[in-house]
């Protein structure tokens, strides 16, 4: 559920604030069509307990006017006075000894009170009212007499409009301690009223969600292309100045962008001159002692006074690499990447290429991702004895995996091998030479196509190397 949850929640800021808003919108009118269609029953109820009492006052003053009591045999004949066949009632009545209780219905105590305050106006006599509404069909069948099924049926037959389910139920003492029980009919829903306000609902969307979709994308575009660039900062793909766009704070946000890229690319530039000026004064030195070390008559004295200058370069070299790595000019290009794994396979006598089963062409730059590989298939041949190397595509990306017999490395400090100059001490020996930067260039080269490096032991002893790259 929780996987699920985020596959429908949207990842960028624009839809989620649009989803939000959705939302809110929804609950707000879901909100907002529980609260009129309660006030719409509550109206509903209002009418039909208004009829009710109006109908049964009216009763009791005409058969008073007449010289009978309500619930006298005559009130039958009395009913034919009424517009009954044209007009078929919706509200029946009965005078019974004791006030008729349905537990399920609910009570209306403000309504009672309201009733209670007009009877005591007239000179019906009812005292003790109690009014109630609830579902038709828990009426009993006295109350349900023909009038009211009559109206039931003929509201049936009309298609615009559906037959009420619902009851008012009415109840109040005669002067003689009798109890009159009248039911009536509550006007239904009218589906008119559910359309209209799925129809404000629409309206309710397109006045406020097209407006926040042009603000917030007038927003999130600018935020879109200032992620692009501060991915892209320091780097050989670095992009010019953006463009001012959106809002004011957002232009602010982009002008101090554009500055602080400025100062940054001069700095890369101050850096890599300077580098360039240290690599040349050292180098010019380290040359000619290498010249004077050719002089040395002891041979012993003279391998090891060369071997220590020629270490030295080369430790120098690896961190002018590694300095100038975010700038390297190398321009990306598609290439076959078994082809270039095979090339550089071939340079080591003990590494072995498992041909792959297709062909993978990804944009990379060939001559630092060659770095890279020699990096990590050097570290496998000299601290594994050999190397076997294969390529395994995935959906988004292809890995590299090289793999040696080793010992392997401690679990615990697999992490900061990647460091400058460190080393898997309790597995791998500092008399091997090297500079301690082959790992930490080869991650950085990877990072910087998009990729990355990983160590892990292998179960039958071991390490492999996996160097992993975007097909993009």
Request: aromatic share 4%; net charge positive; hydrophobic share 45%.
């Amino acid at each position: 559920m929780r996987n699920r949850g985020r596959y429908f929640w949207p990842k960028s800021l624009y839809g989620q604030i649009l989803l939000v808003v959705a939302l809110a919108l929804l609950a707000a009118q879901s909100i907002n069509a529980f609260l009129l269609l309660s006030g719409a029953r509550n109206r509903a109820i209002i009418e039909t307990a208004t009829m009710v009492v109006g109908r049964v006052v009216n009763q009791i003053e005409r058969r008073r006017d007449h010289g009978f009591q309500l619930g006298d045999v005559q009130r039958d004949r009395l009913g034919t006075m009424d517009n009954q066949r044209r007009h078929p009632p919706t509200i029946s009545f009965s005078v019974d000894p004791a006030p008729l209780t349905i537990g399920r219905y609910e009570a209306q105590p403000e309504l009672e009170g309201r009733v209670a305050e007009f009877l005591a106006q007239t000179d019906a006599g009812l005292r003790d009212i109690r009014i109630s509404s609830g579902a038709l069909a828990l009426l009993p069948p006295h109350l349900r007499d023909q009038p009211v099924r009559r109206r039931m049926m003929a509201n049936l037959h009309r298609k615009e409009r559906p037959a009420s389910q619902f009851a008012v139920l009415f109840s109040g003492r005669l002067a003689d301690g009798r109890w009159v029980n009248a039911a009536g009919l509550v006007r239904p829903s009218e589906t008119g009223s559910i359309l209209a306000l799925l129809a404000q609902t629409l309206i309710l969307y397109i006045a406020v969600l097209m407006p926040l979709a042009w603000v917030v994308r007038r927003v999130s575009k600018p935020l879109e292309q200032l992620t692009r660039g501060v991915q892209h900062i320091g780097l050989a793909g670095e992009t010019g100045p953006l463009a001012r766009e959106g809002p004011g704070d957002i232009r602010q946000l982009i002008d101090a962008f554009n500055a602080m890229q400025s100062r940054v690319s001069t700095l890369l530039g101050e850096k890599d001159v300077m580098l360039g000026a240290i690599g040349h004064d050292l180098k010019t030195p380290l040359a000619a002692l290498r010249v004077r070390v050719e002089s040395v008559e002891d041979d012993a004295e003279r391998e090891k006074m060369a071997a220590t200058i020629d270490e030295m370069v080369t430790i120098l070299d690896d961190i002018l690499t590694l300095a100038r790595l975010g700038k390297s000019g190398e321009t990306s290009q598609r290439t076959d990447i078994g082809a270039l794994v095979g090339s550089v396979a071939e340079e080591f006598s003990d590494a072995v290429l498992v041909e792959p089963d297709q062909r993978i062409i990804a944009n990379i730059r060939p001559v630092l991702l060659r770095r890279a590989l020699r990096n990590l298939i050097g570290n496998a041949i000299t601290y594994g004895k050999n190397a076997s190397i294969s390529l395994r595509p995935l959906a988004n990306s292809l890995q590299i995996e090289i793999e040696d017999t080793g010992p392997g490395i401690a679990p615990d400090i697999i992490d900061a091998v990647f460091e400058p100059f460190a080393r898997a001490e309790n597995s791998r020996s500092r008399s091997t030479g090297g500079s301690g930067l082959g790992l930490t260039i080869a991650r950085a080269i990877a990072r910087n196509h998009g990729g990355d490096v990983r160590l892990e032991n292998r179960d039958g002893g071991g390490l492999r190397a996996i160097l992993e790259l975007p097909k993009s």
